[in-house]
């Protein structure tokens, strides 16, 4: 120990990619390949060692691989001499790969916030491993615990729900006594840790008693963001075995350096091997039922592990690995698999060197095999409909791009949309919509091959790689086929539904070479699709980047056009037919825009929906809509109405910190009748309780209600019941065509009488000639609103044009 001399075996130096007898500086070698934040860490836990602070030595370290990269190792050592004033002067060990290991503990990591809606599998889990488990927030309050905890620490669940501090936990044990007389196996600095405030920064690894005289090993690790996972394993029978075969033979310890829940013992030369009653029963056997050879006990390992387990073995006997260890299945009396970890190594050889005796140890890992499966399919696959989800469709993507570049080929990317989805789940509840989602990925998966790949991106987004793709040209047959099938009915139970779907295609390597380009490219494939109509496929051009990029801009220019006050609000007549007269407008907005000009509603409306912004934005023009209106029926007539466009975007994100409407014109001493709040129809269909409870809410304030475009959507006369709905407004589709004799002015004049019927009156939409107005009219129609009367003006205008419009009312000239 005093000369820092060290050998390793070249097995070691093939773990880190070298290929044996490269590397001869020993001691400076090895540290020269220690990643520099380990290095301390691993001089921590030799000192530690050493000084006899804990049980035995141990580090995960990362070592630099001769490629460059980097490979986490797991080292073991224990001393193996002393001089006779008891310093070390031996000390051997080993390394062990758990790169693995620790890129799944670090995925289980990431999974926290990929998980939340899966917590209840993850905590069966969690009750289901033996260990016991403790969360500390930053000030180590207790946060999360599972069930083994409890019984191990004998604390009830209730105190741990209150969410103590570690230091209140551990005034609790100490209280009680929990903690071993001077003398037993806990070092004294964790010692003095454990029975302290529980404030300190804790040793990493210590094992501690408890007044039952059970030995607990306690594991703590620090999260990046200041909490911090404890462990506690029950360590009792590994410790109290390893101390009585320190007391006996040399060979044992070593041995049970390893132990685990059943001890074999190979003699090599023979094959003949003794099985402990532990590790037969571990399989369901009795003595007697297996015979007594390693060959015997082959026939019991998987088919698929068995020549990884004789390969492990052979190296270990052969000297080219200082410990063996191995993962592997066994077959079990009843027929079933379990999975067992084997460690052991060779005790004995003879003077040529060859092994005569070789010990070790089976421990049952198979919850912690589950619980792996468990997490890694809860982490890669969506649980509805058994695709694979946006994780691993990312991994494959890069995959099949990578292979891509390998062997010169293309694939495509399918961004895939289900129309009309939100109205399934809306008006037939989410069961029925799990039902078609489910319906859906198995329709989409029966167009492939086997070699694509469909995901469940979230919600009704599916996302498809078609790979080997030799010519472009050849999606169209996939893609026509997928709509097709998206198109045909779905029977959800004993409710028939029919939905379409829209497609954004991008191909690869001529579109992107990134896959976040890839994603962006068919996203914006995805809306043109929808733009144009949906139910129809779109691929990825340079121009629809032009297009987002514009979207994008104009969402950030529109941020700044409340503030800098470059919106304004219009007011358009709305008449009433039969005497002409005009007590009702609509309040719309106009964006002058300082660069551009006047930028169309039609532009910015659906930009401001999609990013939010048109929940700021409606409340404005309310607020300018209230202060007219209450100018109006002051100067104009004290029955006035303004109506308001309300977005479904402002029904179901309403800013919590804006006032209901109705408190604002109280505020201002008007009441809820001065206004009418125009609504679509697709929002009738909403199942929000928030959006139904607001239409109501309105009913009950006074507030109109108008349905807008009506005859465009899918609303039923039950929603109109429903919701107390006042006013129909006829979608100007229905009147641009209108002539005596037409469908158009049939179906004008049954929309009319419905709605009388039900007690609403009726707006008509888009009149721009006198021949419209008069049909309209003559068919009961009760208001009109159309460029004919006026287009939308600014207020000062409105006032003028209905002054003229009244005045002139026995013959109207509504040409102004």
């Known amino acids: 120990m005093a000369t820092g001399a060290q050998t390793h075996s070249e097995l070691w130096e093939q773990m880190i990619g070298f290929a044996g007898q490269e590397l001869t500086n020993g001691y400076e070698e090895f540290v020269s390949r220690i990643h520099p934040e380990d290095l301390p860490r691993l001089e921590a836990a030799g000192t530690a060692y050493q000084q006899g602070l804990t049980p035995n030595f141990a580090a995960d370290i990362r070592l630099r691989c001769k ?8 080292t073991r050592g224990m001393i193996i001499s002393r001089d006779a004033s008891g310093r070390p002067l031996r000390m051997i060990g080993t390394h062990h790969d758990i790169s693995q290991l620790k890129q799944a503990e670090q995925d289980l990591l990431n999974l926290n916030t990929e998980l939340s809606e899966k917590s209840a599998m993850l905590q069966t889990t969690l009750a289901n491993i033996s260990q016991g488990i403790l969360l500390l927030d930053t000030g180590k309050h207790i946060i999360g615990f599972n069930p083994q905890v409890c019984e191990l620490l004998d604390v009830s669940a209730e105190f741990l729900v209150a969410r103590p501090t570690l230091g209140q936990l551990s005034e609790l044990q100490r209280n009680r006594g929990d903690f071993g007389p001077d003398g037993s196996l806990v070092a004294e600095a964790a010692r003095s840790y454990a029975i302290g405030d529980g404030m300190g920064d804790p040793p990493p690894h210590y094992v501690r008693e408890t007044p039952n005289g059970r030995l607990l090993e306690v594991k703590s690790k620090l999260l990046e963001d200041g909490s911090m996972v404890r462990t506690f394993a029950d360590v009792t ?27 074999w013992d190979l003699h ?7 099985l402990s009653p532990g590790l037969l029963r571990m399989y369901g056997f009795e003595e007697g039922d297996l015979n007594p050879s390693i060959n015997d006990r082959d026939k019991h390992t998987h088919p698929d592990d068995i020549e990884r387990v004789q390969r492990d073995r052979q190296a270990h006997l052969d000297g080219l690995t200082t410990t063996y260890s191995n993962e592997h299945r066994v077959l079990c009396k009843d027929g079933s698999w379990k999975w067992v970890l084997s460690r052991g190594m060779v005790i004995s050889r003879d003077a040529q060197g060859k092994p005569l005796r070789m010990i070790g140890t089976h421990t049952d890992i198979s919850k912690r095999k589950a619980a792996e499966t468990t997490i890694w399919q809860q982490a890669h696959f969506d649980t509805l409909t058994g695709l694979p989800n946006r994780r691993l469709m990312r991994e494959r993507l890069a995959q099949e791009m990578k292979k891509c570049r390998r062997d010169g080929l293309q694939l495509a990317l399918l961004f895939i949309d289900l129309d009309r989805f939100k109205e399934v789940n809306d008006t037939l509840g989410h069961d029925r919509g799990d039902l078609l989602l489910a319906e859906a990925a198995r329709r989409i998966s029966a167009c492939l091959r086997e070699v694509d790949t469909v995901a469940r991106m979230g919600g009704d987004e599916f996302m498809v790689i078609v790979t080997e793709l030799p010519q472009v040209a050849d999606l169209a047959v996939v893609l026509n086929k997928l709509l097709t099938v998206l198109g045909a009915v779905f029977q959800l139970e004993l409710d028939q539904v029919f939905i379409s779907a829209s497609i954004g295609v991008t191909v690869y390597p001529s579109d992107a070479q ?29 121009a629809l980047q032009e297009a987002a990029q514009w979207r994008a801009q104009l969402t950030r220019d529109l941020r700044n056009a409340l503030t800098e006050q470059q919106l304004r609000v219009v007011y358009q007549p709305i008449v009433e037919l039969s005497t002409g007269a005009i007590h009702k407008a609509e309040a719309l907005v106009r964006w002058q825009h300082p660069v551009r000009g006047l930028i169309s509603p039609g532009e910015f409306i659906p930009v401001a929906e999609s990013s939010g912004l048109i929940v700021n934005l409606g409340e404005w023009v309310f607020q300018q809509a209230v202060n007219q209106v209450h100018t109006w029926r002051k100067t104009l007539h004290p029955q006035f109405q303004i109506s308001i466009n309300k977005s479904p975007v402002q029904f179901e994100n309403p800013n919590p910190l804006d006032l209901p409407w109705i408190e604002q014109l109280r505020a201002r001493g008007l009441c809820g009748e001065c206004i009418v709040v125009e609504i679509t129809e697709g929002l009738l269909l909403s199942s929000s309780e928030g959006v139904v409870e607001q239409l109501l809410t309105m009913s009950d304030d006074g507030i109109a209600v108008s349905l807008d475009d009506f005859g465009t959507g899918y609303s ?17 589709s229905f009147v641009r065509q209108l002539v005596q004799g037409s469908t158009d002015l049939a179906l004008c004049q049954a929309i009319i009488v419905m709605a009388h019927a039900l007690g609403m009156k009726v707006i008509a939409e888009g009149i721009e000639t006198e021949n419209q107005r008069a049909l309209l009219a003559a068919a009961g129609c009760d208001y009109g609103q159309g460029y004919l009367f006026s287009r939308p003006v600014p207020a000062a205008d409105f006032e003028r044009i209905r002054q003229h419009l009244i005045g002139t009312a026995d013959q109207p000239d509504w040409s102004i």
Do not use: C, H
């Not at 490629?67 to 797991?74: E, L």
């Not at 101390?243 to 059943?262: F, I, V």
């Not at 039923?716 to 100007?732: N, P």
């Open 237 to 263: 029978d590994y410790i109290l075995a390893q101390k009585a075969l320190q007391a006996n033979e040399a060979r044992w310890k070593l041995a049970l350096e390893s132990t685990g829940d059943g001890v």
């Open 67 to 74: 490629d460059g990269s980097w490979k986490w190792i797991a």
């Open 514 to 542: 990134e896959i976040e380009d890839l994603l962006k490219n068919a996203d914006q494939a995805l809306y043109v699709a929808k733009g144009a109509g949906r139910n129809r496929y779109s691929f990825f051009t340079p």
């Open 268 to 274: 090599v030369p023979t094959g003949e091997e003794y």
């Open 716 to 732: 039923s006369l039950a929603y109109l019941q429903k919701f107390d709905i006042d006013f129909i407004k006829i979608d100007q």
